[in-house]
C-alpha cells in the first residue's frame, strides 16, 4: 500500500450565507486530513464540519453572544478525515459572516 500526501496547507477563508461552504476543494481519489481550524463568528450560529458531499464531520459548534470563537489546535494527528474523493465544508445555521483558516493535507492511499 502507497501513501501519497500533498503537503501541509494553510487556507483561509470566509463565510456569510446559511449554507455550506466548501473550504477543500475536492479531488478525485483524495482525502482531506483536517489538522487544525480557527473560526471566529459575527454574532451567534451553529456551525457544523462536514464533507463536500453534506456528511456532518463533527458536532453541532454553538456560536453564542459570550463564545463566538472555536479552535483546533495542532496535535501532530488530524482532528477529521474525510472520506476518499470528498473535500471539506463549513455548514452555517444561518446569514452571519464568520471568517477563519485550515491546516491541512490531502492524502491518497493506493491500495
Known sequence: MAVTRRGVVHASFTHNAGSAKAVVAAKAGYRVLLHGLALTAASAVNATIEDSAGVNLSELIQFTASNLHFTLVPTGEPWLITPDGTG?????????????????????IDN
Open 88 to 108: 471539506l465544508s463549513i455548514l452555517l445555521s444561518g446569514i452571519v459572516v464568520t471568517s477563519g483558516f485550515v491546516i491541512y493535507e490531502q492524502e491518497s
